[in-house]
């Protein structure tokens, strides 16, 4: 039976590897992150370094959660290679301990880890990276348009007086804000009567708010306001469902959200994924556990093979594609949420218990 000081030591020894990949990784991405943003924005009106060093900033928490899984694989490597090439594992085994005691510091700690990253670094993310995005278009001021018209949201809504199609270049505040929108009013024969362009739209209680907009008419000159309204019988949690990004909202708010959206009728099914993905999300990392522990467990004078350890990084890469496709079988409702949260994870843990099992209990 493993000590508690030697269980300890180990816990530790995961948790400041993993600590290290964590502030590596965060480093490199920043490093990337700022001058890609740079490069794009150097030349707008309103570019200084502190600001685009500030939405960096609050950009790395959301890239640096895709990267957990892959740092729960990483570190679990790279700690059970270290004890390897000490013999710390060799002396762990002369003294009775079975590598299920010795693995699982290393299990709860990714489990830990899992943890805080759903409710700490989830929420810090959603709000910094929505923060971001409003820092952004407004750095642009008014210069969004360089993003492809195929990547713009489009929604229609009908009223008593008539039917509008509205599209924007920037999706601001969880899908309530949009920038450089147009609003494409129809008649009753579905021709366009009127467009509305506007730098900056708000959706109120019962309308639109727009502002900075430049009014087309068929046969008339271009008219400029700074404020109009449309009416709209759009719910918020509508237009959340329909534009708001499911990362930009935390985890703390999505149940909410659900059963809103489902209350209207929505499916909700983004949401839903990213809510049970959120929660399978430390258990995958216990999986990557298992998966590091299968290929890094070799005694040192037997050598560590590099074919091995690769076959580790290759296999937590297609794990971690296979989660991303089945999510999105999830999205689109091919599947239920709740499971394509949770089968690749299940999947995974149980190739890593039977591969121990075979290696290590025969």
């Known amino acids: 039976m493993m000590g508690w000081t030697l269980g300890r030591y180990f816990f530790f020894r995961y948790a400041t590897i993993t600590l290290w990949f964590f502030l590596g990784i965060f480093a490199l991405v920043f490093l990337i992150d ?14 200084t370094y502190f600001t685009v060093l500030t939405i960096s900033a609050m950009r790395i928490p959301m890239i640096m959660l895709q990267t957990v899984p892959f740092i729960g694989l990483f570190a679990a490597m790279a700690m059970l290679v270290s004890l390897n090439r000490k013999y710390e594992l060799v002396i762990a085994r002369s003294a009775g301990i079975s590598a299920w005691q010795f693995l699982l510091p290393a299990c709860i700690g990714a489990l830990l880890f899992g943890v805080l990253s759903v409710a700490v670094l989830n929420p810090i993310a959603a709000y910094g990276f929505s923060l971001s995005d409003q820092m952004e278009s407004a750095l642009r001021s008014g210069k969004s348009n360089a993003i492809s018209a195929n990547a713009a949201p489009w929604l229609r809504q009908k009223t008593a007086s008539s039917d509008t199609i509205i599209g924007a270049h920037a999706v601001l505040n969880q899908g309530l804000e949009m920038a450089d929108a147009s609003f494409f009013v129809l008649d009753p024969q579905g021709d366009i009567v009127e467009r ?4 900056h739209v708000y959706l109120r209680d019962g309308y639109w708010e727009l502002r900075d907009v430049r009014i087309f008419r068929e046969g008339q000159a271009v008219e400029t306001r700074d404020s109009d309204r449309v009416d709209t019988n759009l719910k918020p949690e509508f237009v959340q469902e329909r534009l708001a990004m499911p990362e930009t909202i935390p ?7 659900i059963d809103v959206a489902r ?32 290929v890094s467990m070799r005694f040192a004078r037997m050598g560590q093979s590099a074919i091995m350890i690769l076959g580790g990084i290759v296999a937590g890469f297609l794990l971690y594609v296979v989660t991303v496709l089945v999510k999105a079988f999830g999205i689109a409702g091919f599947v239920p949420t709740v499971v394509a949260a949770w089968f690749p994870v299940v999947v995974a843990m149980f190739f890593g218990v039977t591969f121990l099992l075979y290696k290590e209990d025969g």
């Open 196 to 199: 509305k362009d506007a730098k």
């Open 251 to 257: 985890f703390y708010e999505l149940p909410q959200k």
């Open 34 to 47: 700022f001058t890609e943003l740079t490069s794009r924005t150097a030349r707008l009106p309103g570019f």
């Open 263 to 294: 209350s209207f009728g929505l499916r909700a099914n983004a949401f839903a994924m990213q809510f049970d993905s959120l929660m399978a999300l430390p258990f995958l990392l216990v999986a990557m556990t298992l998966i590091a522990a299968t």
